[in-house]
């Protein structure tokens, strides 16, 4: 076990003294402990591979006024001739 001077900035430490009055642990023991977490989620968002394929949800857009086979006819609708 090494000892080492941190020197925090006021913020920080305001933190960490909130989180030491709600968990009743020791100063010592919520910095290590957070340490560790922040190194742990950090090590594994490098391996950790997406758990879930993301989603959309179909929405309704109101009844098909045009029935678009391509994405030039979109165009046309949309734009005109203009798009050429």
Do not use: C, W
Not at 30 to 49: A, I, P, S, T, Y
Request: aromatic letters at 4%; hydrophobic letters at 35%.
């Amino acid at each position: 076990m090494g000892r080492h001077t941190l020197t925090l900035d006021e913020d920080v430490e305001n933190l960490l003294d909130e989180e030491q009055k709600e968990t009743g642990r020791s100063f010592k023991a919520v910095v290590n402990d957070l340490l560790r977490e922040v190194r742990q989620r950090r090590l594994g968002d490098r391996k950790r591979k997406p758990s879930r394929r993301y989603e959309i949800k179909p929405l309704s857009a109101g009844r098909v006024r045009h029935e678009v086979v391509s994405v030039a006819e979109a165009l046309e609708l949309a734009e005109g001739d203009a798009f050429r």
